[in-house]
Every structure is written in C-alpha cells, then in structure tokens.
C-alpha cells in the first residue's frame, strides 16, 4: 500500500494521542519501508537464521506503536527511531551470541566491508562497529546519529537531515567526518 508522507505524518499524530486505531492503520503503510530497512540488516543472512526480517519487523513495530512519550514529528523521524530500536535487537541478539568470546585485541575492520548479518563474524563485526558507535557518541552524539540513521536506517541524506532538522549539508559534512573517523576506529588506528 502506497502512501504520502503527510498520511503517514497524520496517523503518527494520532497514535501519540493514543488512538486505539492509529497504529492498525500505520502499520499497513509502513510496512514496506521497515521491511527494507529490516532486510538490509539481514541480507546476508541464512534462510533458516532464527532471526528473520520480519520478526525484526514485527518486534521494532510493536516497541514503536508502545512509545508512549515520542512526539512524533513526521515520517522521517518515525523511521529514524524505527532504525534505532532494529539496531537495539539487533546488537542485543548479537551480543547473545558471542557472549562468551571476549578480550584479545580487537580485529581490524573496514567498515566498508561489514556485513551486518548475523553469522558469527556478522555479529562480531556488529558489535565492533556498536562499540565504536558508542565511542563516537561520547565525542559528537549528532554524527553518531547520523550513521546510526544512514548506516543502519538506510535514510538519505534528505531524510537524515529532515529527521535531525539539521541542513543537508550539514548531514554530508558529518557523515564524511564520521565514516573517517569509524574507519580509523575501527582499523585499530584511532587516538
């Protein structure tokens, strides 16, 4: 089902003053794009992998349709928290399982390179680049939500900028500065 952002816009308003229907009608019109957002965490994954596109659907929907103290601004904002909570399980269920494997030094990555599935190097890798996520927000929180938004919501830069009410430009110039810096994070040559 095909929708403008202004419907989408229009229902998150109502499911922040808790309309029992609101979130039946937002589901169907915007399914699509959280199963994108969900497919591209999972493309390189097994068919039979315990974690599917759709329960990782499923389950960031419903954490969504619960948040009972976002004011949802718009479209863009909606799916920039649905990226977030999808990277939240995500990194929950690959901390799960590699739990056990900890210490040593770390291995270099080239972000360029990850795949985010989860194999056991998927989740490995997962959590190295969380790790220097983390590391990043400490230093500039709003390039961190950059790639959090770009890397793993697969927003645009539009999008990205539209979610952050930061200027497309700003949004390019961030996202430069932060790949560069996660490259080096995560290449083991970070101060």
């Not at 202004?6 to 922040?16: C, N, Q, R």
């Not at 961190?144 to 949004?171: C, D, K, N």
């Amino acid at each position: 089902m095909e929708s403008g952002p202004g419907e989408v816009t229009l229902l998150l308003g109502k499911l922040a003053e808790r309309d029992p229907d609101a979130a039946g009608e937002l589901m169907p019109l915007v399914y699509q794009e959280l199963r994108r957002i969900a497919g591209y965490y999972m493309r390189d994954e097994r068919a039979s992998h315990t974690l599917q596109p759709t329960a990782l659907v499923n389950e960031a929907y419903l954490r969504l349709a619960d948040q009972t103290r976002v004011d949802w601004r718009n479209r863009a904002h909606f799916f920039g928290v649905a990226a977030r909570l999808m990277r939240r399980i995500l990194v929950d269920h690959a901390r799960e399982r590699v739990a056990a494997k900890r210490g040593g030094r770390r291995a270099r990555i080239d972000l360029d390179q990850i795949e985010v599935g989860l194999t056991r190097e998927g989740c490995e890798e997962l959590l190295a680049v969380e790790e220097a996520l983390t590391r990043l927000r400490e230093f500039d929180p709003q390039q961190e939500r950059i790639v959090e938004l770009r890397y793993y919501g697969g927003l645009t830069v539009e999008e990205t900028a539209e979610a952050l009410r930061i200027s497309p430009r700003t949004v390019k110039r961030e996202w430069a500065m932060a790949r560069a810096w996660l490259q080096a994070e995560l290449a083991g040559e970070a101060a």
